[in-house]
């Protein structure tokens, strides 16, 4: 086995989701507990009084417009445009110098507007406005992102469900270890759609209220959408622009639970070896860690399945943790990178996130999430967990430089 | 590094599994897609578990079984997978039910399985697969990708066995959709494919894993040594950054023996490949790939295995040739195109 030289830092960070469309309007809204999620608002579905979700308050013209880009582009890659942007802007390197990849991971790709072409294309296969077809693919929405990023090097697109964008974020960590890229933007975008929407309310997990992740009285999660991007870069990189970095990405790991399509192991055999392996990785205990960005969607599931995981590596002495989904809902694919940016603003920040909306443990648990915004404390290591359909796990960690 | 490839299963248009000789009886099609030859899925699943899985997965679960077998392994310390359309099949259904329902009483096992990652995952679970597991979806770089992931991750640790393939399906709605676009059209015969210089090309299909590891085992004769992705980029420029994959590699352009260009039957694109191939590559010979497999993301992986078998069998099928230059087959060179905006290289060698 070789060991791979040299760290790779962020640089920069960009997040558009429901508590906000840029870092400094989502601090706001994590300082003063302000949920982003309600009612559906900017497109046509039966549930739009019934099943809340976290949407981003700016219709795709609005986005289309601040962003001086085609109107008709998926919402993915307008989310996505919007958070890689802000990224890049906030790394302060010149993506045309280096060799720079772009990876990015969404799961819902131009389904919003594919559902749309789907109605006039099942009444008569020769109708449906085939513009809104061609952004389907996955990939589409990391192509769009480049283009306008400018990034030609290496780009990629990464699909493990809601895992996704750890995955992309881990990628880029590699590629650069490996000498292969000298910067990566990475993260992930998704967009709410009715396809999602009705799939998960198919699978009886949608709460029909605000979602409560890890509270005992949990009963499902809440779809969102949004994008969240880092800017990763090698030694090289940071010394010629004279950067100065607030973390690296110290470790990663992914691993497949391989017990059920869409259910956790109650042990939490997958998220326990992600969150194991990854500490192993940055070669920390699990003590080093000040907080975790829990994958907490606040479903029964997955909340029993992954606190019994924490338990497992923890026992009774676990650090502060807490899910950021009751602020933003579950936002798929994107929220590995959505999570991964607030995980980065812990330790640039020195605060940890409340987990909104939590009253009692989870029985047999006794975990406590972290209730309050808090800051002025110590945040040297973050670990943010993900996992999804598929028994897909991830974990990635963060420590200060 | 090199990577060694230890086995390799394959549900293409063409009879690519069981005892059959390479391409003994090419099979021909006439208009506008080639649809994959299947094998007997009961096989490699068990039945129970077969009536829940489309199309897809039964193809992406069988060809993974047959590459593991070959290698004679029975769980891969990680599965990569690339898939560009991913479970288009499962999508259809629930869109359609979506919409004739009006949101209502819907099943949820089509959703369930629609994510571009249900066919690793299925993989995983059948083989309690506890290990890696990706899934890559950036349309004619999904299967390149997953090579790349797993070369990095066997120069991590070599001594590891990964299961690597490219997946992709048509459904009904995709080939109706993708032909109202244009870019398939009706042909006579595929195998003639290059013959009549035409606009369009005929749609495709397949399966490909292959089971890769960073050290030989006995009977290994064929290594994957690098993989290079091109978005973007033209004439010069693309001559340019081929050129520059030779620099990365431990070969001379002129080493190269075989190259499987990428042609889709579009006159215009299949000249600029020709162009290219015999600019870099002279004293090569020369073939094809797309008329046996059809135009879709993932099709590199049906030419991936073609090259493999190739440098084992030390012939080249004559219905792949276009120019035989007589020389040894020992380095393959995959010059794979998709839509002139998707570029890239695979090489291989005889170890």
Redesign the interface.
């Known amino acids: 086995m070789i060991k791979l030289k040299g760290r790779v830092y962020v640089a920069g960070t960009g997040v558009i989701s429901a508590i906000g469309k840029s870092i400094p309007e989502t601090l706001t809204s994590f300082k003063n507990h302000t949920s982003g999620v309600g009612k559906v608002t900017l497109f046509d579905t039966v549930y739009k009084d019934s099943l809340p979700v976290g949407e981003v308050k700016a219709s795709n013209s609005y986005l289309a417009a601040q962003l001086s880009v085609n109107p008709d582009l998926t919402r993915t890659a307008l989310l996505g445009i919007s958070a890689a942007r802000e990224a890049v802007a906030a790394s302060g390197v010149d993506v045309q110098k280096w060799r720079t990849g772009l990876i990015s991971a969404t799961t819902v790709g131009g389904m919003d507007k594919t559902e749309s072409f789907f109605v006039d294309f099942l009444k008569d296969p020769s109708r449906g406005r085939l513009r809104n077809v061609v952004h389907h693919e996955c990939g589409s929405s990391t192509e769009l992102i480049a283009d306008d990023l400018g990034v030609k090097g290496f780009i990629s697109t990464i699909n493990t469900a809601c895992s996704s964008s750890v995955n992309a974020i881990a990628l880029g960590t590699r590629l650069i270890r490996h000498n292969i890229l000298d910067v990566v933007i990475a993260g992930g975008t998704d967009s709410l759609s009715k396809f999602t929407l009705n799939g998960f309310n198919s699978l009886m997990i949608l709460d029909q209220n605000p979602c409560r992740p890890f509270d005992a009285g949990r009963n499902g999660l809440n779809l969102g959408e949004g994008a969240g991007f880092v800017v990763l870069v090698s030694d090289r990189v940071k010394d010629e622009h004279k950067l100065k970095p607030s973390c690296v990405v110290s470790g990663y790991a992914n691993t497949n639970d391989a017990f059920h399509q869409t259910a956790s192991s109650p042990e939490g055999r997958g998220s326990f070896a992600a969150m194991q392996k990854a500490l192993a990785m940055a070669g920390l205990s699990p003590d080093q860690i000040d907080y975790i960005n829990l994958h907490g969607t606040g479903t029964l599931n997955n909340d029993l399945s992954e606190g019994t995981a924490v338990r497992r590596l923890y026992g009774d002495r676990y650090p502060r943790l807490s899910s950021t989904k009751a602020f933003t809902g579950h936002t798929l694919g994107a929220s590995g990178g959505i999570e991964a940016v607030f995980s980065i603003m812990a330790i640039e920040q020195q605060c940890v996130f409340p987990n909104l909306r939590f009253e009692t443990s989870i029985p047999g648990l006794d975990i406590k999430p972290q209730v309050a915004f808090e800051s002025n404390i110590n945040v040297s290591h973050v670990m943010s967990n993900s996992f999804g359909f598929g028994g897909n796990c991830s974990s990635i960690i963060f420590s200060v430089t | 590094m090199a990577v060694y490839i230890k086995g390799m299963g394959n549900i293409s248009p063409q009879k690519t599994w069981g005892d059959e000789a390479l391409l003994a009886n090419p099979s021909d099609y006439s208009g506008s897609k080639l649809s994959a030859i299947e094998p007997d899925y009961a096989q490699f699943v068990d039945v129970k578990q077969l009536r829940r899985m489309s199309r897809v997965i039964k193809m992406g679960v069988a060809a993974g079984t047959m590459a593991l077998r070959q290698a004679g392994i029975n769980t891969p310390d990680g599965?990569i997978t690339g898939t560009?359309?991913?479970c288009l099949e499962d999508t259809g259904v629930?869109?359609?039910k979506?919409?004739?329902n009006?949101?209502?009483a819907?099943?949820?096992t089509p959703?369930?399985?629609?994510?571009?990652?249900?066919i690793?995952?299925?993989i995983?679970?059948l083989?309690?697969?506890?290990?890696?597991?990706?899934?890559?979806?950036?349309?004619a770089?999904?299967f390149e990708?997953a090579l790349i992931?797993a070369i990095?991750e066997l120069?991590?640790?070599?001594?590891q066995s990964l299961l690597v393939g490219g997946v992709d399906e048509i459904t009904s709605?995709s080939h109706?959709?993708q032909k109202?676009?244009g870019i398939f059209r009706d042909r006579a015969s595929s195998l003639n494919l290059f013959r009549n210089g035409r606009k369009g090309t005929v749609n495709g299909e397949g399966a490909v894993y292959v089971t890769l590891s960073g050290e030989k085992g006995e009977g290994n004769v064929v290594s994957l040594d690098s993989v290079l992705?091109i978005?973007?980029?033209y004439g010069s420029e693309l001559k340019q950054k081929v050129s520059g994959f030779f620099q990365e590699t431990s070969l001379e352009t002129s080493e190269i023996d075989l190259v499987l260009l990428g042609k889709s039957g579009e006159k215009d694109t299949d000249a600029d490949l020709e162009n290219l191939a015999a600019d870099l590559f002279p004293g090569a010979s020369l073939g094809a790939f797309k008329h046996l497999c059809g135009e879709y993301p993932t099709a590199s992986a049906f030419a991936m295995w073609l090259g493999a078998r190739i440098i084992r069998e030390g012939k080249t099928p004559a219905i792949v040739l276009d120019k035989e230059s007589g020389r040894p087959l020992k380095n393959v060179l995959i010059i794979n195109s998709y839509f002139e905006k998707y570029y890239s290289l695979i090489l291989l060698r005889a170890c």
Request: proline fraction near 2%.
């Open positions: 599965i560009s359309f991913g629930f869109l359609t979506l919409i004739e009006n949101e209502n819907l099943n949820p959703f369930i399985q629609s994510t571009h990652n249900t690793g995952s299925q995983a679970l083989l309690q697969c506890q290990g890696y597991n990706q899934t890559y979806t950036q349309r770089f999904s990708h992931d990095l120069k991590e640790n070599a001594n709605y109706t959709i109202r676009f992705t978005y973007n980029s």
